[in-house]
Structure formats: C-alpha cells, structure tokens
C-alpha cells in the first residue's frame, strides 16, 4: 500500500502569511497516460464533507480560489495557501488516487493566530 | 441542486448489519467510478470502496473484504454499501464520493455507530 505522509500536523498562521503543508508518498504516484501524478488535496471544514480543491499536483479543481495552489512531483508534493483567510481554517487532507487502496495523508490542521 | 445524499446510518451491535445508500440526483455519476469514504469520530478520512461505471470491478480496504460489498444501480444513479459482521471500528461517518479519478463530488454522511 502507497503511504500519504503530511507534514506538519498542525499549522497556525497570521492573517495573509503564506501556509505550506507538505505530503510524502511512500512510493511515486505516477499511473497514468497523461504523466502528471495522481495527488490531490481536499480541505475539510468542521462538520462538513471534504471538498475537493487541488488535483493533477497542481490543476485547481472549478471555484476554488486563485491563493491554493499545488506543486511537487516524485513523491514530494505541497499544498500552498498564498495569503490565508479566515474561512480558510479547516483540515487539510493530500490523497494519492494511483491504485487501491486510495490512501490519505493523517491531515493537517490549519489555523490562524 | 448537484448533491449526493447517503441514508442508512445506525446505531447496530457488534456482528449486525446494515446497508447504505446514496442518491445522485442532478449531478451525472452513470460514467463515473463510485466510492465510499469514512471517517471516525475525530479522525482522519479512509477509502473504504469503489465501484466501476457498471459494477462489474469492486476494489476493498483489506479491513473490509469479506464483509463489505459495495454495488450500484445506474438506472436509479444509486450506490449502496451492504456492510456485515460490523465491529466497534467500523464506526464512522461514511461518505459516498464520485470518483473523477480524484473524489470531486462528496455527500454529506450517515453516521454508522457500532456499540453494545
């Protein structure tokens, strides 16, 4: 089974202060034709349902705003909020999508100071 | 309104069973993979299950196989989840997700509780 490692566990951050959370994949993601690899984020907001905001690495997925952002390639991959704000407090979840079973990272949870 | 709507959530004893469902309704899911997605109270999220377009390719958890079996009715745009021989750690919400290679569109659960 592929691994998901999310570092750190927790993060807080100020108001417009770049947050970077990281994941590790035990082994590459990388399964399809198109050669992007199969790692997305989701962010989980308490008593919600994950939304999707980040898959291919690095493809935002429809609404989600401009200040996330996804990069990595391997099995080093990182999610990027630009400038947080406060509806941005929530868990955070990377995924590898490549072959059952579809594993998550533990989370990371984000707040702000 | 593009929504998934899971339903069969309980309170059951150890060694029960129960089935879910999820309805699709505005949103397609007919040429789409389905899933189920759980998460324990305070915990983080685990893939459970998923299902091909027309059923005939299921993919488990090793924690679930054996137990579980996840099926669908595309005429209906439905998944079930018949889920047997429940443990204590089977508590969760379960989440039914459809999957557009990553998880793009995710209901809002039904709690599943096994306890004495």
């Known amino acids: 089974d592929i691994v998901m490692t999310q570092s750190p566990d927790s993060l807080a951050v100020s108001l417009g202060e770049k947050a970077t959370i990281n994941c590790k994949s035990s082994?590459?993601?990388?399964?399809?034709?198109?050669?992007?690899?199969?790692l997305s984020w989701y962010q989980q907001k308490p008593g919600q349902p994950p939304k999707l905001l980040v898959y291919?690495?690095?493809t935002r997925e429809s609404g989600v705003p401009d200040r996330f952002s996804g990069s990595g390639s391997g099995t080093d991959f990182t999610l990027t909020i630009s400038s947080p704000q406060a509806e941005d407090v929530a868990v955070y979840y990377c995924q590898q999508y490549c072959s059952p079973p579809y594993t998550f990272g533990q989370g990371t949870k984000l707040e702000i100071k | 309104e593009v929504q998934l709507v899971e339903s069969g959530g309980d309170l059951v004893q150890p060694g029960g069973s129960l089935r879910l469902s999820c309805a699709a309704s505005?949103?397609?899911?007919?040429?789409?993979?389905m899933a189920w997605v759980r998460q324990a109270p305070g915990k983080g999220l685990e893939w459970v299950a998923t299902v091909n377009q027309d059923g005939s390719a299921t993919y488990y958890v090793d924690s679930v196989k054996g137990r579980f079996t996840i099926s669908r009715n595309g005429a209906q745009n439905s998944l079930y989840l018949q889920m047997n021989s429940l443990r204590v750690e089977d508590t969760a919400v379960y989440y039914c997700a459809r999957q557009n290679h990553s998880f793009d569109h995710w209901g809002q659960g039904t709690l599943v509780t096994v306890s004495s």
């Open positions: 505005g949103l397609t899911v007919s040429p789409y993979w």
């Open positions: 082994q590459i993601v990388l399964c399809n034709s198109n050669s992007k690899s199969s």
């Open positions: 291919w690495v690095s």
